[in-house]
């Protein structure tokens, strides 16, 4: 299931620096949808997983509440061109001050990091985060956005999961 949900959300990366929301099919990879920079209610939801992170993604992290599982976060890398792209981050843990995990899916520019690479969360990059508390996915700030302009199969997709968004 977590993969396919990852999938699902990878279909909804965004990238900042564009001229409006549109989406990019790529081989092999899940679409990406490409978000203006100045798209306010994107970043309403960025400002709002930033303003909880620590408040509620960091301490159900440290809770080791067993209900409690895949924890991700969404990081902004820049771009040669000048925007960023947002990539998702999995297998998080804490450990001495820092998140670590693992990139989710294989960015379109090339920014340093590639699909299966560890590195370091920069929190200050941080755009959203979510983890699942049994079925019902916590955060998931900007998925909540991108659903909204999602076509009733991809919902349909996206809900077949068995998850729910809160």
Known sequence: MKKLLITVLFLLIAISCENKREKVQRDGEPDVVLVETE??????AIESAKKTFKSDFHQAL??????????TIKQKFDTPSGGGEHIWIGDIIFDNGKYYGIIQNEPMEPIGVKLGDEVVVNVENLSDWMYYDNNKVKGAYTVKVLRKTMSDEEKKQMDSQGLIYE
Not at 39 to 44: H, P
Not at 62 to 71: E, I
């Open 39 to 44: 798209d306010n209610e994107m970043n309403t």
């Open 62 to 71: 440290l809770s080791k509440n067993p209900n409690f599982s895949n924890f």
